[in-house]
């Protein structure tokens, strides 16, 4: 004689708590990606109608009031040689990116880029794509 149980096993699985679980992923990841900001200092860069895109090495920051920085650490106008001559000593390829406010005098500029260039140095100034044009 065969006996059979009266409790039968459901061998199905719900997908459900499974999909829940990845949206809730996806929220969570789509969230915290629009919280990383790059790691760069407020400077109101000029225009351009394409910029290319360097991985900078050595960044040195010129603000609208006239303060410089290497690598984000403040730096005196006048010690400015001497610590990118050190920024470029640690950077695998001698680069320097100069992001300078739109507002600073090309002579700071220039000024800065034949400091970069007598250090050997490859010199790119950063600015934003216009999209306006």
Do not use: C, H, W
């Not at 061998?11 to 629009?34: N, P, R």
């Not at 991985?55 to 690598?71: A, E, M």
């Amino acid at each position: 004689m065969e006996l059979k149980s009266s409790q039968k096993l459901d061998a199905s699985f719900s997908l459900a708590s499974m999909t829940d679980i990845i949206f809730q992923l996806l929220i969570f990841f789509m969230l915290t990606s629009s919280f990383v900001t790059p790691a760069a200092l407020p400077v109101n860069l000029p225009s351009s109608v394409a910029a290319p895109t360097i991985t900078p090495k050595v960044q040195i920051t010129i603000t609208s009031n006239l303060q410089y920085f290497v690598n984000e650490v403040p730096v005196a106008p006048e010690n400015i040689e001497e610590e990118m001559k050190d920024a470029l000593s640690r950077a695998r390829e001698p680069i320097v990116v100069l992001n300078l406010d739109k507002d600073v005098a090309v002579q700071y500029m220039v000024r800065v880029a034949s400091l970069a260039n007598r250090l050997g140095a490859k010199v790119s100034i950063a600015t934003k794509i216009d999209s306006g044009q």
